[in-house]
């Protein structure tokens, strides 16, 4: 009886102690200095994050990059050590419990807020995440979008790209438009 008990208060223990998992997912079509400043912030509160680049079918007009391009664009940015880039499709192979996952929101604004309670509910209603922290920006982001980006990028403004996305993605986006 006593070993029974034992063990049932190690795995209580083990249950309590386990270890979150930090995702944040988007479309990241493409990631911005904006995306970035969130991704540190999360990866200063639970040291590693990853970040899931996916396809989302409410903007696939908008959708200039493939979710693998996506991750390839991450790595032009200076990431902080423990942050993992994967594919919804990568990520999904790992057999995540996602009882432990803790999604990363990234918000600007109220209309921000508001389309980010739906993707939490949605989330929530197919995968059963529960647990979700959203970051609010800080206000030298409040503008920055991937829409901005391709607005600017099809605009041909180099020097406005410049200020919202790497160097590489800036020059992805101008060949691919």
């Given at each position: 009886?006593?070993?029974?008990?034992?063990?049932?208060q190690k795995q209580k223990r083990r249950k309590r102690n386990a270890k979150c998992v930090c995702v944040y997912p988007g479309t990241f079509c493409p990631p911005t200095f904006g995306h970035l400043e969130i991704v540190k912030?999360?990866?200063?509160?639970?040291?590693?994050?990853?970040?899931?680049?996916?396809?989302?079918p409410d903007k696939?007009?908008?959708?200039?990059?493939?979710?693998?391009?996506?991750?390839?664009?991450?790595?032009?940015?200076d990431l902080p050590v423990g942050v993992k880039i994967a594919t919804l499709a990568e990520f999904m192979e790992k057999e995540i419990d996602f009882s432990r996952v803790v999604m990363v929101r990234?918000?600007?604004?109220?209309?921000?807020?508001e389309y980010e309670k739906k993707v939490m509910m949605g989330n929530n209603r197919e995968l059963g995440i529960d647990k979700f922290l959203v970051i609010v920006s800080e206000?030298?982001?409040?503008?920055?979008?991937?829409?901005?980006?391709?607005?600017?990028?099809?605009?041909?403004?180099?020097?406005?790209?410049?200020?919202?996305?790497?160097?590489?993605?800036?020059?992805?986006?101008?060949?691919?438009?």
């Open positions: 009886m006593i070993r029974y008990i034992e063990i049932k912030k999360a990866a200063e509160m639970f040291g590693e994050v990853y970040i899931i680049c996916s396809a989302n696939e007009g908008s959708v200039l990059f493939s979710p693998e391009e996506c991750r390839e664009m991450w790595w032009s940015y990234g918000v600007r604004d109220d209309g921000d807020f206000e030298k982001y409040k503008n920055v979008s991937s829409t901005l980006a391709r607005k600017l990028a099809t605009a041909g403004d180099g020097v406005g790209l410049a200020e919202i996305v790497s160097n590489e993605v800036a020059k992805k986006l101008m060949e691919r438009i």
